[in-house]
């Protein structure tokens, strides 16, 4: 598809502190793209210079093709969703999503037909007549969302919008933002630092830090082929496991772990040689819990030493899952998890248990 917008050099500093540095980013059209990683990473930054809330410093930001590196917001067709609603408490909730048609020097029969137009696609025409004090956080969530979409910007930026909803309404949130989405196929920019609202609503996902973008994809390449050991240990729960490359073959290596002294095999999403320090990364659910002795006829066993030995040290139930905290010979306690079920087996602490896993759910990342 076409690019909507392109960002080729762009670069902010603010005295010796650099922001942004020099960054390429294409967002194509009708894309749902998060910006997602730790404060100061990075992410606001690069919002604010797509809008034309803050100058660049250096580089170039191009909209349908055209140069708006320095053009002002009103210049961009962009819209803006903040968390904080940004409402006229003065103005009726109508009055609200008819301002910016207004401003656009449209008729008043035309703005309030777009207006419950936009209404109607966020499912709160009942609300026309009230004020913002008179309206639930998520209620007026949905009514600013609804007043950037009724002039129809190319681009929509959202600069964590869901973060003063409690989780139950944030969860309803994100399904009506990508419903609207999908149904419009507008494209929109999202800024959150909460990694599964990231994963649940984006196409792509551009993780940053420290004012750049450390890896870039879809939720699934991220999270099951992070590139580097940022990644892999920001996104998600995971355990890393110290290493170092002993053979490599194609996109799989034999890695020596430093703490077990045994050869595991893994998976690789980066460039890897022959004696580079590695961590091999295991999610929790991709970890089995076997009790007892390691058996040398059991196929679970045999897995090419995919498997080590620990103790258990505290389980406990978080809701859908329940994970177990294993004490091994790595340097920090293994996570395990896996659904919560009444009969699932119950490990009490100090129990021996055996770990193995399958070598296609490992990921070696550089150190």
Not at 51 to 74: E, F, K, M, R
Not at 88 to 110: A, Q, W, Y
Not at 247 to 257: A, K, N, P
Not at 307 to 326: C, E, F, H, N
């Amino acid at each position: 598809m076409a690019d909507k917008l392109v960002i080729t050099g762009l670069t902010k500093q603010y005295g010796q502190f650099v922001a942004l540095a020099p960054t390429d980013l294409r967002v194509a059209q009708g894309e749902f793209l998060s910006l997602l990683g730790p404060s100061g990473s990075g992410k606001t930054t690069l919002l604010s210079l797509i809008a034309g809330l803050s100058v660049p410093d250096g580089g170039q930001l191009l909209i349908n093709g055209v140069d708006v590196t320095h053009g002002a917001p009103y210049e961009r067709d962009i819209g803006m969703v903040f968390q904080n609603y940004a409402l006229f408490p003065h103005m009726t909730v109508e009055d609200n999503i008819c301002f910016p048609l207004k401003m656009r020097k449209l008729g008043e029969s035309s703005a309030r037909r777009q207006a419950a137009q936009a209404l109607e696609m966020v499912r709160l025409p009942q609300l026309a007549r009230r004020f913002p004090k008179e309206l639930s956080g998520g209620q007026q969530q949905r009514i600013a969302l609804a007043r950037c979409l009724v002039y129809r910007p190319s681009i929509i930026l959202m600069d964590e919008p869901l973060g003063a909803l409690d989780k139950k309404l944030r969860d309803q949130m994100q399904w009506e933002i990508k419903r609207i989405h999908r149904e419009l196929g507008t494209t929109i920019v999202y800024v959150t630092h909460d990694q599964e609202e990231a994963m649940t609503m984006s196409d792509r996902i551009c993780l940053m830090n420290g004012g750049k973008i450390e890896q870039s994809g879809s939720p699934r390449e991220l999270y099951l082929r992070p590139r580097t050991l940022f990644v892999a240990d920001f996104l998600g729960e995971s355990n890393l496991f110290a290493g170092v490359v002993t053979e490599v073959q194609g996109d799989e290596v034999r890695v020596e772990l430093a703490h077990a002294g045994s050869r595991v095999r893994a998976r690789c999403s980066a460039a890897l040689c022959v004696g580079r320090k590695v961590r091999v990364m295991v999610r929790p659910q991709n970890l089995c819990l076997q009790a007892g002795p390691t058996d040398p006829t059991n196929p679970a066993d045999m897995l090419a030493g995919q498997a080590m030995r620990g103790q258990v040290l505290d389980s406990m139930i978080t809701g859908s899952l329940t994970k177990v905290y294993v004490q091994t010979a790595a340097d920090t306690p293994v996570v395990v998890s896996y659904p919560t079920a009444w009969p699932a087996q119950r490990h009490a602490p100090g129990q021996e248990l055996i770990l193995h896993w399958n070598a296609a759910d490992a990921v070696a990342v550089p150190e």
